[in-house]
T-cell receptor
Framework: DTEVTQTPKHLVMGMTNKKSLKCEQH?????MYWYKQKAKKPPELMFV???????INESVPSRFSPECPNSSLLNLHLHALQPEDSALYLC????????????FGSGTRLTVV | KNEVEQSPQNLTAQEGEFITINCSYS?????LHWLQQHPGGGIVSLFM???GKKKHGRLIATINIQEKHSSLHITASHPRDSAVYIC?????????????FGTGTRLTIIP
């Protein structure tokens, strides 16, 4: 298995909802990443997990809460989002933090209404 | 000024043409990545370079570390090559490495 799988592919949520995005990989990669991408812009790093520990938090608002329950799974919990949080959320993994290339998922397109 | 600059921002070419996309960066890096993103889709990693040249099918990537410059070439371009091509660099920051992305080059190949 050489993929990063993200679910759901599309998500519409209200500003009072709580939802979660899921990312899974079975390549034995020990670093996992969340990126946010607005239309026609490059991805922006949100969080990095290294060996299941949060190693980078790019000053992301607390309404985004990451979780890494095990080495294969990465979640992003969403609560009280704003319409400007609508974006493509990309997950990626790498064998070790920041080295040997990255594998990206196909993303979750989130719309906040 | 962005740490990673790409040119051109947009490129339209006829099928079969030789394509070159350029990337310049202004900081010390541990590696440079070329990525491909189709409309509305996820990102595919094409190359990771720390020196020299790599080739995969019709794609060739080169890097000149001294000049802080990389190029992505596509030979015999095809409409299915139409996508956004993104240059990204790995930068070390207090023991952590993270990717810094260029703004992308939108490539359209016309049949």
């Amino acid at each position: 298995d050489t993929e990063v799988t993200q679910t759901p592919k599309h998500l519409v949520m209200g500003m009072t909802n709580k939802k979660s995005l899921k990312c899974e990989q079975h390549m034995g990669h020990r670093a996992m990443y969340w990126y946010k991408q607005k239309a026609k812009k490059p991805p922006e790093l949100m969080f990095v997990y290294s060996y299941e520990k949060l190693s980078i938090n790019e000053s992301v608002p607390s309404r985004f809460s990451p979780e890494c329950p095990n080495s294969s799974l990465l979640n992003l919990h969403l609560h009280a989002l704003q319409p400007e949080d609508s974006a493509l959320y990309l997950c990626a993994s790498s064998p070790v933090p920041g080295r040997y290339g990255y594998t990206f998922g196909s993303g979750t397109r989130l719309t906040v209404v | 000024k962005n740490e990673v600059e790409q040119s051109p921002q947009n490129l339209t070419a006829q099928e079969g043409e030789f394509i070159t996309i350029n990337c310049s960066y202004s900081v010390g890096i541990s590696a440079l990545h070329w990525l491909q993103q189709h409309p509305g889709g996820g990102i595919v990693s094409l190359f990771m370079l720390s020196s020299g040249k790599k080739k995969h099918g019709r794609l060739i990537a080169t890097i000149n570390i001294q000049e802080k410059h990389s190029s992505l070439h596509i030979t015999a371009s095809h409409p299915r090559d139409s996508a956004v091509y993104i240059c990204a660099v790995s930068i070390s920051n207090f023991g952590n490495e993270k990717l810094t992305f260029g703004t992308g080059t939108r490539l359209t190949i016309i049949p």
